[in-house]
């Protein structure tokens, strides 16, 4: 088993950091994280490739295969005036399907995931790695040294470097990342309010074809039944059911593209020379602003795009591209097509053209794989809108909520609870309250076409500062997408009052809640880093601490990842007695989608060993989940005892060239700390620094016999383990902070509404720690404390 010896960063370490990461060798490791980075860029055999692409239709392309049922109908609302209206249409519809997800997404976006991993914040902890934009400035430097943490160098004069210094020189500028994030994510919610919503409605309206008299309330009413039964049955995943739903999305892509050449050859091939782009042109040329307008129903032949990159996780990127140039792409043109060769003669038919260019025979068969796909659809979004939350979670943007894991193979299928029941909520309140799809249309389109300009954005960062690539490219890239999007983003402004308010109130809300929370959460992190208390206060009070040590083990959890929080002292202060041992366990989350379990935790100690103080570091990635068990206890104390093993080993070999070479680098990397940052550190630091180093290096001044050496070595791992284990068995108590914010007398009104109010609410209502722990509530302890902001 390999260890490292580490410095603590800030000079608030008093003893060695051991990664037990339980790895052979470095080179190993090495050579292990590179085979793992191209997993997804290896060759697949063609038969494993093709199984592949099948299964992520099911998965991936759900969303963007149901836009059929409903683009005409809000393309022309009030019916087509010109049969070359319809030519214009689906131009406009060839070139966006071309332009945006072949293009953009398919060939150019998909290839910017983070080890497979899609979505806004996918790529924002992608960007995190190569430039120091995260807002809590958690990070070590051995967390750089995880296999997953994979990151570019940049030579110094180099644009990207230029780019990197430019993001980290001022906060604003970090802080605008992070909105733009938020705000994308807050939009991919509105698409899982929004996607169930007029995909079931869509579906549904097929009953009123067949049955004309049929009024629309009960379609509506069929509508949010199936809404009712579709979010009920989230909690049971969808690992039960989805293996249906490739063949689902499967035979539906192969019913539409086979319809669309019934219909091309029963109706007329004249629609084809919509191929040409010139029809765009005498499109707008001869519809004006109404023209310009039904762009914004246009734009939802390209909604699911976006879904496409959050649902990436499970499949290679290979095998989504061979996916859609193969089935999806062409029977997307192919339906697109077949209903305007239809809407060419039956004008009039623009509402319910897709179920009316059906066939008798198979009318009602067709019905049904439509509502199943709809439904397909519907849970491709929410398991995107559930993965996006638990990622904003993990940045410390989001409220603490429930996880629950909905499968024992798919760690990355999970169900949230509370989220599950508001997008319900909010879902049928949007199906029911509308009085059309033409309105709930717009509202779709007002989200989808703001994601994508945020991942536009987000993607030119990535050109940047990840791939390197020449300013021309990413001019050429930036150029086309912002012509497209911008184009589409301004014929939905015209439709803000007749529905396309909806997303933006809602993500306005979601963005609200996510941003108080991401400043209450930042400026408790700043406070117990300001205000954490000195080695030398707490050397100053003796291997006692000034108090009765009493049998157990304390362990303290703290955000902090290096010196003592001011919980401690608060504690110490007002309490009479500590623990025996005393560990600081601090939960953190980085800019990786995964840490490995042998990688997870850090262990170090804190002051002289008679102290009995440790840290202990649980290192967390976005897609990581804490387990409602016993196991996190069990691995934190595995890894203190295995620290104390290695440490005795590493006093254990004082003549070995080993210890010798381990030596070297703790006085090293203790000597760069103090050559890089004793001038800005104050007395007490340096006083702090020169005693961890004493204690770093003192086994060396031991006499050179290695066996009376070995002995005493051993003998005290010895006593000391068993002085672990004698207090482990007598209790563990879980001390945890309860830090209240509150903004000052002489804030501004706004901060103080933000402070008191929201973030206050947000806390009462969001999940203990203690929960997200399991911790007994007969071994809980919380300190209390308040910070003013």
Not at 44 to 58: C, D, E, K
Not at 510 to 519: A, E, G, P, R
Not at 574 to 586: D, G, Q, R
Request: proline share 4%; net charge neutral; glycine share 8%.
């Amino acid at each position: 088993m390999a260890s490292r010896v580490e410095s603590d960063e800030d000079g608030d370490n008093k003893g060695s950091m051991w990664d037990l990461d339980q790895k052979l060798d470095q080179p190993m490791d090495e050579e292990a994280g590179r085979l793992k980075n191209m997993y997804r860029e290896k060759k697949f055999s063609a038969v494993l490739l093709l199984r592949l692409a099948f299964q992520s239709l099911g998965v991936v392309y759900g969303d963007l295969g149901t836009s059929p049922l409903y683009v005409f109908y809000n393309t022309f609302p009030h019916g087509v005036k010109d049969p070359e209206d319809v030519i214009g249409a689906l131009s406009l519809i060839i070139y966006s399907l071309t332009l945006v997800p072949l293009l953009k997404y398919v060939f150019v976006v998909l290839r910017a995931n983070d080890n497979g991993q899609g979505g806004t914040f996918a790529l924002y902890s992608l960007l995190c790695r190569h430039a120091k934009i995260k807002t809590i400035p958690n990070q070590h430097r051995t967390d750089e040294e995880l296999t997953t943490y994979s990151r570019s160098t940049f030579q110094e004069k180099s644009f990207a470097a230029k780019t990197k210094r430019w993001l980290e020189e001022q906060a604003t500028r970090r802080s605008a990342i992070l909105i733009l994030v938020l705000v994308g994510t807050c939009m991919v919610i509105g698409d899982g309010i929004l996607t169930p919503a007029i995909s079931v409605l869509s579906a549904a309206g097929g009953i009123k074809v067949n049955k004309p008299h049929m009024s629309n309330g009960v379609v509506v009413l069929v509508a949010v039944v199936i809404l009712v039964g579709f979010f009920s049955m989230q909690h049971y995943g969808t690992d039960r059911v989805s293996w249906l739903f490739a063949p689902i999305v499967l035979l539906w892509f192969l019913l539409i593209g086979g319809i669309g050449i019934f219909n091309i050859w029963k109706h007329g091939s004249s629609v084809l020379k919509a191929f040409s782009p010139v029809y765009i042109y005498r499109y707008f040329k001869r519809g004006g602003q109404e023209g310009w307008t039904s762009l914004g129903g246009i734009m939802l032949s390209i909604t699911g795009t976006e879904a496409l990159f959050a649902d990436l996780a499970h499949f290679p990127v290979s095998a989504v591209q061979l996916a859609f140039t193969l089935i999806v792409f062409p029977c997307l043109l192919l339906a697109y097509s077949g209903q305007a060769a239809y809407l060419m003669n039956n004008l009039d038919h623009s509402q319910d053209v897709f179920y009316r260019s059906i066939p008798d025979r198979i009318y009602w068969p067709v019905f049904v794989v439509a509502t199943a796909a709809a439904i397909v659809a519907s849970q491709a979004t929410i398991t995107a809108t559930f993965s996006i939350i638990k990622q904003a979670l993990a940045h410390g943007c989001f409220p603490r909520v429930k996880v629950v894991y909905t499968s024992k193979t798919f760690l990355g299928q999970i169900y949230i609870p509370d989220i599950n029941w508001i997008l319900m909520i909010l879902c049928i309140s949007v199906t029911a309250g509308f009085e059309n799809q033409n309105q709930i249309g717009n509202a779709y389109g007002t989200a989808v076409v703001i994601v994508m300009l945020v991942t536009t954005f987000l993607m030119i960062m990535i050109m940047i500062l990840v791939w390197r690539c020449h300013w021309i490219l990413v001019l050429i890239f930036t150029g086309l997408s912002l012509i497209v999007e911008c184009t589409y983003f301004s014929s939905v402004l015209f439709k803000i009052d007749q529905g396309g308010w909806v997303p933006l109130v809602i993500a306005g809300a979601f963005l609200v809640i996510m941003y108080v929370w991401h400043y209450g959460t930042v400026k408790r992190y700043e406070f117990e880093m300001h205000s954490k208390v000195s080695m030398a206060w707490i050397l100053g009070l003796g291997p006692s601490l000034g108090l009765v040590r009493v049998p157990g083990i304390g362990l303290v959890y703290t955000e902090l990842a290096s010196g003592v929080p001011h919980i401690f002292s608060h504690f110490i202060t007002n309490l009479p007695a500590i623990h025996s041992v005393v560990v600081f366990v601090c939960v953190k989350y980085l800019p990786v989608y995964t840490v490995p379990e042998e990688e997870r935790f850090l262990v170090k100690r804190i002051g002289p060993k008679n102290f009995r103080m440790f840290r202990c570091v649980a290192r967390y990635g976005y897609k990581d989940l804490h387990k409602k068990d016993e196991s996190f206890e069990k691995k934190l104390f595995d890894n203190l005892f295995m620290f104390v093993r290695l440490e005795s080993m590493m006093e254990g070999c004082s003549d070995s060239d080993e210890y010798s070479l381990c030596g070297q680098k703790t006085v090293q990397s203790m000597d760069g700390m103090l050559s890089n940052n004793g001038n800005t550190r104050t007395a007490s630091s340096n006083m702090d620094i020169s005693v961890s180093s004493l204690d770093s290096i003192e086994p060396a001044k031991s006499p050179p016999h290695v066996k009376s050496s070995g002995q005493t070595s051993s003998q005290t791992e010895v006593d000391e383990l068993e002085f672990l284990n004698n207090n482990r068995d007598a209790g563990v108590v879980h001390i945890l902070g309860n830090t209240v914010v509150r903004a000052r007398r002489d804030s501004r009104f706004y901060k103080k509404i933000a402070v008191d109010y929201i973030y206050a609410f947000l806390r009462k209502i969001c999940r203990e720690n203690s929960v997200i722990f399991n911790v007994p509530h007969e071994s809980l302890l919380n300190v209390g404390q308040i910070f003013y902001v």
